[in-house]
């Protein structure tokens, strides 16, 4: 048995990126995570963690109308792939092999704060799988 599920909530670094290739939407996120911890101290240290989000389809309808700073819950499969990455160097100009991580995600769930929420009504809008 295998199982390739990550779940991740944080905050959006830049509004989505909208792309459509071979006739298919995608829409790109950039998702931060953070953790943070005390160190031997007791003074708070804390990390922040990029994230390449993809989303198809209809869900990539959806995951474009997000905007920087939105709170998101994603749900999806790890993938890499590699591509060839060009280097110039003068007048020299070197391929690399470059392999490069991101989430193929399955579901977006917009994440409202408390406030807001009871303000608008509103309920957390979700695009199903």
């Known amino acids: 048995m ?29 998702l931060a ?15 922040t963690e990029w994230h390449r989000c993809v989303a198809f389809g209809r869900l990539a309808e959806f995951a474009a109308t ?22 110039a160097v003068g007048t020299q100009t070197t391929s690399l092999p470059q ?5 193929r995600l399955d579901s977006v769930l917009k994440l409202e704060r408390t406030a807001r929420r009871e303000s608008t009504g509103d309920g957390d809008p979700e695009v199903p799988r």
Do not use: M, P
């Open 66 to 87: 997000l905007t920087k700073g939105a709170h998101v819950a994603v749900e999806g499969e790890l993938r890499s792939h590699e591509y060839q990455r060009e280097i």
């Open 99 to 103: 392999r490069v991580w991101e989430i």
């Open 2 to 30: 295998y199982l390739n599920r990550i779940t991740l909530i944080g905050f959006l670094g830049g509004d989505a990126e909208k792309k459509v290739s071979n006739a298919t939407n995608i829409a790109v996120l950039s």
């Open 33 to 47: 995570t953070k953790t943070s911890w005390k160190n031997n101290a007791g003074e708070w240290e804390s990390r």
